[in-house]
């Protein structure tokens, strides 16, 4: 279907008016076309063969049918301090496409221009934060974990100025949801509780449909919210991501990940790492990112208490640990090849990070080189600094490799297909944002390749798929990166 012949719905304006305000886009000047998705438009059902329509439509000038822009608004905890109003800043909603599975998806520009919420910004976004978020968006999903999408990106003559100078580029993100834990907080705090019950029944319809004639629905809603988030949470402690900026408002009801800022992959395994450094007190780090789920979700859950009896809520977070435990311990066990998990099985994990934080190990690499491990040490050995404690390591994960029933071939195939060879650091995130700004797109377009099937050889790009140069390990970002 061509742009032009798109009809967009407006769900999310059916809510009461203290939920969004109605605004349009502000053009950039001289836009052009970096990158399109052809996945994503296969997914929303539109030809993007257009390019010009196409970078007519991201900058804000091609208003398709039935579209009524808008901004949403929500409060939240900004590192554990509430704030009464945010909103998208930055963000402006053009409308909801239903694709031919009947799957409706919010169309939202990033980068377009002031809103309502943009508290003394200019709702602008750079080039280096679009090629970010546009490229780990993507990478995200390559990986199989849950995540906002994106249809393009555009960049621009048009100046924006953050420390310096700099252009100003425009996202098209794709999401089922842009319902946030705190929206919910906003109507909560504010004793607008007509407006929370309305927000509530929106979100279940769009997430949790199922839900809609539960007799306790808004029970069952909180406790599928908990469950997705703690199964997320595991899900980036596995690949080794930290997010850099879980505040409330950053946290999403469909559970996915989304507002990617200074996020970061593990260089070297380090629990402790920190990727945002604004965050000094570390609350964000790596290894905090599981509590910091938790801690939102109780945010959450403070939120509802007008909805739902205290009690019946606490019965249901206090399963969050068990929880995430468990998809934790499942996805290492995939990761490490074992053909069952059981409880037992944590003590060899937690002697593997161990190991790997002391002797400075690429998190990504040596998973990778284990998938090809048989009984010859060599190549895991040559990621270690010393090697007698990853010896001490592989001598108890030999003993266990025993109780698998798979044949060593089968355990391969069955790990490279879930530790992946490559993820998208910083550093090669920064080579692409380099070249770009000098005009050359070409590593925005190999690491997009990358980020699609992060599983594959790609051979072209081995270079990638070493350890990080030391010089470039566990950099610290920006909120504005």
């Not at 978020?133 to 924006?160: C, F, K, Q």
């Not at 790596?286 to 739902?308: C, D, S, T, Y």
């Not at 009896?309 to 019965?315: A, D, P, S, T």
Request: hydrophobic share 35%; proline share 3%; charged share 25%.
């Amino acid at each position: 279907m061509n742009l032009k012949d798109i009809k967009l719905t407006n769900p999310y304006l059916e809510l009461p008016k203290l939920c969004y305000e109605k605004v349009n886009p502000s053009p950039l000047t001289k836009p052009f076309l970096i990158h399109a998705n052809d996945e994503v438009a296969k997914m929303l059902n539109i030809d993007i063969s257009d390019h010009n329509e196409l970078t007519q439509f991201v900058n804000g000038e091609l208003k398709l049918q039935g579209a009524d822009n808008f901004a949403m608004c929500y409060a939240g905890h900004q590192f554990g301090h509430y704030v009464p109003r945010l909103g998208d800043g930055r963000a402006i909603n053009i409308g909801t496409v239903i694709n031919e599975h009947n799957e409706q998806y919010h169309l939202q520009l990033k980068g377009a221009g002031e809103t309502l919420y943009s508290r003394s910004g200019d709702g602008r976004a750079v080039l280096r934060s679009s090629i970010r978020e546009y490229l780990m968006s993507e990478a995200m999903h390559g990986l199989g974990i849950e995540t906002t999408r994106a249809l393009a990106i555009i960049g621009s003559e048009h100046g924006v100025y953050r420390e310096t100078w700099e252009r100003g580029a425009i996202v098209l993100r794709v999401s089922p949801s842009w319902v946030r834990f705190g929206t919910f907080e906003y109507f909560a705090h504010t004793k607008n509780f007509k407006e929370l019950e309305a927000l509530a029944d929106y979100a279940i319809n769009e997430s949790y449909p199922h839900l809609n004639d539960e007799p306790n629905k808004y029970l069952h809603f909180f406790s599928e919210v908990m469950g997705k988030t703690a199964r997320l949470m595991a899900k980036w402690q596995s690949v080794g991501f930290n997010h850099g900026v879980m505040n409330t408002d950053n946290m999403s009801i469909h559970g996915l990940t989304i507002d990617y800022g200074p996020y970061a992959f593990l260089d070297d395994y380090d629990i402790n790492f920190i990727c945002n450094h604004t965050d000094q007190n570390g609350r964000y780090s790596f290894g905090n990112q599981p509590r910091i789920g938790e801690w939102n979700l109780r945010a959450l859950m403070l939120a509802l208490e007008p909805l739902v009896k205290r009690e019946q809520l606490e019965k249901v977070i206090n399963n969050y640990g068990r929880l995430y435990s468990r998809y934790f311990l499942y996805l290492m066990g995939r990761k490490l090849g074992f053909d069952e998990v059981s409880d037992k099985d944590f003590n060899l994990m937690k002697q593997l990070f161990g190991a790997l934080e002391s002797l400075h190990v690429d998190y990504t690499l040596f998973f990778r080189t284990l998938s090809h491990y048989t009984s010859e040490r060599k190549e895991l050995l040559s990621l270690c600094l010393l090697h007698t404690p990853m010896n001490e390591w592989l001598d108890e994960y030999d003993i266990r490799l025993k109780e698998n029933r798979s044949s060593t071939k089968e355990r391969h195939e069955r790990m490279l297909k879930i530790n992946p060879k490559y993820v998208l650091k910083n550093y090669m995130l920064q080579e692409a944002i380099e070249d770009a700004e000098n005009g050359d797109f070409k590593k925005v377009d190999a690491l997009f390749t990358i980020a699609q099937n992060p599983f594959a050889e790609h051979k072209e790009f081995e270079r990638w798929a070493g350890k990080t140069d030391d010089k470039f390990k566990n950099l610290k970002l920006s909120c504005s990166s």
